[in-house]
């Protein structure tokens, strides 16, 4: 039987957080599937060592410009003809849009399992990916994402650059997607520094690209932290895994480190400045960190510079 699962979101938290529901599809029909899903979710890196997936489809839509190949209605005829080649038996789509059922209609799939249409508005991306499971196959998921990781790469990584008990490794999760979840660097100083007054400790950071990131590495990596830090951002996704999976605990801000650390297994304080909660608290590996003076945090709290460095270092503690 050859199964599609169709996720069009396109963040790298977005594939993660999907991951437990479209595996439950694979065990449930004891298959391997197949999944549609942007290049930006980083499937192909995120996915590599998954048991579970079979074939990663590029999604090419663009929400902003619209010159993706599968945009428009040529785009979506492009599509539902690229889709009709697998010969898919089954598809399960996990958004509301009628312009998906009708592409697999078109790519002549004759079972098609859908969230209900026309109600994405406020739509919870947990709770509707839950209920979407629940209904078509009975199966109550918890959110709770894995990504594997081989023991062979993390053995090599940890004897390669000497990861020992002795110390406490300690990703930090510098970078961020929007300027306003990136916490100022003094924070993660300060952190830092309360860290090495009690531990011996090395710091792995990862990051993007964009300029603000780099000009936090940048402070960071000129401070008298310098020879106890180790910067990723010059490594793909993937090459990263083994490193984080040898680290003890996570500090991130809401990013894709944030979702890859947690996933990974490592306990992950997610340091919540402007995003609704759920995104740092769905998995029981995060451990939610607010600004001083919020009860709870959301789009345009805008609580960057209120994240309290002591708080972290606490949550840091108690979970070490």
């Known amino acids: ?29 004891n298959t391997k599937i197949d999944i549609l899903v942007k290049d930006s979710s980083k499937a192909s890196e995120i996915l590599k060592e998954n048991k579970f997936i079979k074939k990663i489809i590029k999604l090419d839509r663009n929400n902003k410009n619209k010159e993706g190949v599968h945009d428009g209605i040529l785009g979506a005829l492009k599509l539902a003809n690229q889709l009709k080649i697998h010969n898919f038996q089954k598809v399960f789509i996990f958004n509301s849009s009628l312009r998906y059922k009708l592409i ?77 979840k990136r916490i100022p660097s003094k924070i993660f100083l300060k952190f830092m520094e309360s860290c090495e007054k009690e531990y011996d400790c090395r710091f792995f950071l990862a990051t993007g690209s964009q300029t603000e990131e780099q000009n936090i590495l940048k402070d960071v990596l000129n401070s008298k932290f310098k020879s106890k830090c180790l910067s990723l951002d010059k490594m793909s996704l993937f090459e990263t895994f083994p490193f984080i999976s040898n680290c003890d605990i996570a500090v991130c801000n809401d990013s894709s480190f944030s979702h890859l650390s947690a996933a990974i297994g490592i306990p992950t304080i997610v340091l919540m400045s402007d995003t609704p909660l759920l995104y740092g608290s769905y998995s029981s590996k995060m451990f939610p960190i607010i600004p001083d003076g919020e009860t709870t945090v959301k789009h345009d709290t805008l609580g960057k510079d209120r994240i309290n460095p002591i708080k972290i270092f606490k949550k840091f503690k108690e979970l070490i």
């Open 1 to 29: 039987m050859r199964i599609l699962a169709i996720q069009n979101k396109m963040g790298i938290g977005d594939m993660i957080i999907y991951l437990p529901f479209i595996e439950a599809i694979s065990k449930k029909f």
């Open 104 to 180: 697999c209609k078109l790519a002549n799939i004759k079972n098609i399992y859908q969230y209900p249409l026309f109600e994405k508005k406020n739509q919870h991306i947990i709770l509707a990916a839950k209920n979407f499971i629940k209904d078509v196959i009975g199966e109550n998921i918890k959110s709770e994402p894995v990504i594997n990781i081989s023991g062979k790469r993390k053995i090599l990584i940890a004897g390669k650059f000497n990861f020992t008990k002795k110390q406490k490794n300690i990703l930090l999760g510098i970078g961020g997607s929007g300027s306003t």
